[in-house]
T-cell receptor
Framework: DVKVTQSSRYLVKRTGEKVFLECVQD?????MFWYRQDPGLGLRLIYF???????EKGDIPEGYSVSREKKERFSLILESASTNQTSMYLC?????????????FGDGTRLSIL | RKEVEQDPGPFNVPEGATVAFNCTYS??????FFWYRQDCRKEPKLLMS???SGNEDGRFTAQLNRASQYISLLIRDSKLSDSATYLC???????????FGSGTKLNVKP
């Protein structure tokens, strides 16, 4: 089974802090993704990466950056946390090959910015 | 226009009922299609992939209509445990991006 592990289930931080969310996958997948999910807005893509050191902006990259130094690890960074970044953050991975290859999600991190 | 559109529901059905959800997608070149299930405050989990010829997994049947650009999910003999939000997901032709519908909420009542 694919395992995607997010470092924290719940996290509370203060406005202005630099926040790191970590994600690790054990299936040698090329693609990794960070989403946030808010009530009524569905899943929104923040950033994704299709290879080590490669990244592409998703739909809502403002206020976030990412790092992918190793294939199995994809980090999301909130440079200066703000209250509107309180949300559920979901990491996912998938292989890049053709065919019916789905995404697999981590358990999610519920982040509260006070 | 959104890439993937779903009726948000909720669909309120009694146990044992048959219920169907549809989902439309905008990119005719889309490659792969999936249904995910998401329970409240949990992560989305893959329910089933959707194949061109249609496919079945127990009480769940998925269909793809490329001509009309929609996929469907049929749940037979609904159980209380089927109560969840069902997300329609489309993978793009470049394989690297996935587009999610906003989800359809299902409530199965005793």
């Amino acid at each position: 089974d694919v395992k995607v592990t997010q470092s924290s289930r719940y996290l509370v931080k203060r406005t202005g802090e630099k926040v790191f969310l970590e994600c690790v996958q054990d299936m040698d997948h090329e693609n990794m993704f960070w989403y946030r999910q808010d009530p009524g807005l569905g899943l929104r893509l923040i950033y994704f990466s299709y290879d080590v050191k490669m990244k592409e902006k998703g739909d809502i990259p403002e206020g976030y950056s990412v790092s992918r130094e190793k294939k199995e690890r994809f980090s999301l960074i909130l440079e200066s946390a703000s209250t509107n970044q309180t949300s559920m953050y979901l990491c996912a991975s998938s292989p890049s090959v053709a065919g019916n290859q789905p995404q697999h999600f981590g358990d999610g991190t519920r982040l509260s910015i006070l | 226009r959104k890439e993937v559109e779903q009726d948000p529901g909720p669909f309120n059905v009694p146990e044992g009922a048959t219920v169907a959800f549809n989902c439309t997608y905008s990119n005719s070149a889309s490659q792969s299609f999936f249904w995910y299930r998401q329970d409240c405050r949990k992560e989305p989990k893959l329910l089933m992939s959707v194949y061109s010829s249609g496919n079945e997994d127990g009480r769940f049947t998925a269909q793809l209509n490329r001509a009309s650009q929609y996929i469907s999910l049929l749940i037979r003999d609904s159980k209380l445990s089927d109560s969840a939000t069902y997300l329609c997901v489309v993978r793009d032709v470049g394989f690297n991006k996935f587009y999610f519908g906003s989800g359809t909420k299902l409530n199965v009542k005793p």
